[in-house]
């Protein structure tokens, strides 16, 4: 069938399809299986938008049983502007595990009675169960990066020191965990729980006014001071190859790029108002009033990610104007939901066979 549409007409019908059929499709054939693992393909591929949604306690399916607080949401992908939560039950652990973490379109399971971690792949509907960890956690990371590898890592912290931290790390490569001691080069004190996972290292913002990256392959750490002080709404993240820092001060929010990671040198790129989002396009989507929150950097282009009740808003800020909104769900769907953390990916031959 494929050599009589010829590879051309053949990616073009691909490219048309949910990610989930293109995961599957690669078992159809070998050559099947080398064109949908091809980066001229996945160029052409929009990235995946996923994230966490948090419910609050009373929140209530529509089977009336209380909501697993932290549930998983992907836009639709079929242009209607949607994000909706996705079904987890092909995973038997869903409803009784928690999702403390994701990472790139991976989810990280935690079950405490007894302790168990699982890597969930939503796309995929596959997923793996780690080893027992070695000692009690008080925080854990989930690392991947589905452009340069189908393994990932997940980073317990498991105590707190000085100025560092005892941490376990599981490897999915070789399926072991490993004891580690981190010296953050900064008081404990400071360091957030915010964290962002680019290039290999975790980089985590401290309220001294700084961030320190956890090299994952050596676990050193690296201080670098921040151009703006951090609050509970600044956020770390990455725009193309490069670490973005985003912070607000009520009213504005500037973000900021790292130059220079030695001299610590940073270049402001954009600032953005509630005005400048409220305004929109005369003809286009606009935000409508002032509660809106930061929530990613598009990795390959100036966009930025917005969480405003109750609607995710990709904003151009080269073009100064809303580009793309997605609605969380029903209006009673709507109540006591929080995003909180969302990815932006995208589709890989990595993401496509991890967990495989």
């Known amino acids: 069938m494929d050599g009589e549409l010829g590879e051309d007409m053949l990616t073009e019908i691909l490219v048309r399809l949910p990610y989930k059929s293109l995961a599957r499709f690669q078992c159809v054939s070998t050559s099947w299986q080398c064109l949908i693992?091809?980066?001229?393909?996945?160029r052409r591929l929009p990235l995946i938008t996923s994230g966490v949604l948090f419910h609050d306690s009373g929140a209530r399916g529509g089977d009336g049983l209380r909501k697993q607080a932290y549930t998983y949401v992907c836009a639709s992908g079929d242009g209607g502007g949607g994000v909706a939560e996705a079904d987890m039950g092909f995973f038997p652990g869903h409803e009784s595990s928690t999702i403390i973490d994701g990472c790139n379109g991976m989810l990280l399971y935690y079950a405490s009675h007894p302790a168990a971690f699982h890597v969930v792949n939503p796309t995929?509907?596959?997923?793996?169960?780690?080893?027992?960890?070695?000692?009690?956690?008080?925080?854990?990371?989930?690392?991947?990066?589905?452009?340069?590898?189908?393994?990932?890592?997940?980073?317990?912290?498991?105590?707190?020191?000085?100025?560092?931290?005892?941490?376990d790390v599981f490897d999915s490569e070789d399926g072991a965990w490993r004891e580690h001691?981190?010296?953050?080069?900064?008081?404990?004190?400071?360091m957030s729980a915010t964290m962002h996972y680019f290039d290999g290292s975790i980089h985590v913002l401290a309220y001294s006014g700084h961030i320190v990256r956890i090299d994952l392959a050596t676990m050193a750490c690296a201080v670098t001071a921040l151009p703006a002080p951090v609050s509970c709404r600044a956020r770390a993240g990455h725009c193309r190859g490069r670490l973005?820092?985003?912070?607000?001060?009520?009213?504005?929010?500037?973000?900021?790029?790292?130059?220079?990671?030695?001299?610590?040198?940073?270049?402001?790129?954009?600032?953005?108002?509630?005005?400048?989002?409220?305004?929109?396009e005369p003809s286009g989507p606009g935000l409508q009033g002032d509660n809106f929150l930061f929530m990613a950097f598009n990795p390959d282009r100036e966009v930025v990610y917005m969480w405003t009740p109750w609607r995710l808003v990709a904003f151009d800020m080269e073009k100064r104007r809303v580009e793309e909104e997605w609605a969380l769900a029903t209006e009673k769907e709507k109540e006591g939901?929080?995003?909180?953390?969302?990815w932006l990916f995208p589709f890989s031959r990595h993401l496509a066979n991890s967990l495989a």
Request: charged share 25%; with cysteine.
């Open 37 to 42: 693992s091809g980066d001229y393909l996945r």
């Open 124 to 167: 995929t509907r596959r997923w793996a169960k780690l080893p027992a960890p070695r000692r009690k956690t008080l925080l854990s990371v989930l690392a991947f990066d589905p452009c340069a590898s189908p393994h990932y890592k997940v980073m317990c912290f498991t105590g707190w020191l000085p100025r560092g931290a005892s941490v």
């Open 181 to 190: 001691e981190v010296d953050f080069g900064l008081d404990t004190d400071a």
């Open 244 to 280: 973005r820092y985003a912070s607000s001060d009520g009213s504005r929010l500037k973000f900021w790029e790292l130059r220079d990671a030695v001299t610590g040198e940073w270049a402001l790129k954009h600032e953005l108002g509630i005005k400048d989002l409220v305004a929109g």
């Open 337 to 342: 939901a929080h995003l909180i953390q969302i």
